[in-house]
């Protein structure tokens, strides 16, 4: 379990200092298979599910300040989205709505994290996902790795 930062991503984050800022308005995809080995690479697997704030065209957005090193979801929001296709979750990468996350880049800010039922970067009651069944993310909290 680690948490991968791409190269834009801590370019960003030095130059603005936040991450509830860098990610703001940001979208969550969810993969089959296991997260690159770099988040500036291109994703592998399969896309399963697509994350906005009530499954719209409109980005996700984070608690206005982290608590104990923590961001989290803005509760407000339903983090949702319809699963595009059948199989079972892997990992995920987080990324700013308006930028291509399927692209190699080392100038685009993103966080890839892996999936589980437990013990992992995002954990979920299930991991097998149904085309075209609803996908709601309850909650998400993102602890940015110390070293």
Request: proline fraction near 3%.
């Amino acid at each position: 379990m680690a948490l991968t930062l791409s190269t834009g991503c801590v370019k960003k984050l030095m130059d603005t200092g936040s991450f509830i800022s860098v990610f703001n308005l940001g979208k969550i995809n969810i993969y089959s298979g296991t997260k690159p080995t770099s988040a500036n690479d291109v994703p592998n697997g399969t896309l399963l599910v697509s994350v906005t704030n009530n499954g719209t065209a409109t980005g996700i957005t984070w608690e206005t300040a982290a608590t104990g090193g923590v961001a989290s979801k803005k509760i407000s929001e339903t983090w949702s989205g319809t699963i595009a296709s059948t199989g079972t979750a892997g990992w995920f990468r987080l990324f700013v709505l308006a930028e291509d996350p399927s692209t190699s880049s080392t100038s685009l800010a993103r966080v890839d994290g892996t999936i589980s039922t437990s013990g992992a970067d995002m954990n979920l009651g299930s991991l097998s996902l149904t085309a075209s069944a609803p996908f709601v993310l309850t909650q998400c909290d993102i602890t940015l790795p110390s070293s």
